[in-house]
């Protein structure tokens, strides 16, 4: 079993910056690729970015790419999600979650190739 836990949410400007944490527990963290997503009030949940196991490859939506910058320490078991240049629109509740498949050299969007799920942390941008 494998569990997930982000920190790093909060209140922040516009502008401002904030960097998500998730730590990792169980399963060999750094066999699997991590992915972020997101989703608002009233909305469905909406891949933001991922990286594959080894860190080689990473993947953004449009909209948060030259702001978002994903990173993973697999001796710390844990992945980033650094947030720079917010906007109101990037409110939101933040999930951090682990590929399905072990070795996978590439980022899916589809949140159905991912299997274990964070509780979530809330991030909203005040403008």
């Known amino acids: 079993q494998v569990q997930l836990v982000e920190s790093g949410g909060g209140l922040v400007q516009a502008g401002g910056s904030l960097r998500l944490s998730c730590a990792a527990s169980g399963q060999l963290f750094s066999n699997f690729g991590m992915g972020w997503f997101r989703q608002a009030p009233g909305k469905e949940r909406e891949f933001v970015t991922g990286i594959t196991w080894d860190g080689g490859t990473t993947s953004y939506r449009d909209g948060v790419k030259g702001r978002f910058t994903i990173s993973r320490d697999n001796g710390k078991n844990t992945v980033y999600l650094q947030m720079n240049s917010l906007k109101s629109e990037d409110t939101a509740a933040y999930y951090c979650?682990?590929?399905?498949?072990?070795?996978?050299?590439?980022?899916?969007?589809?949140?159905?190739?991912?299997?274990?799920w964070g509780q979530g942390t809330q991030v909203t941008v005040s403008s």
């Open positions: 979650t682990q590929y399905r498949n072990a070795y996978s050299n590439y980022v899916p969007r589809d949140q159905f190739e991912y299997h274990y």
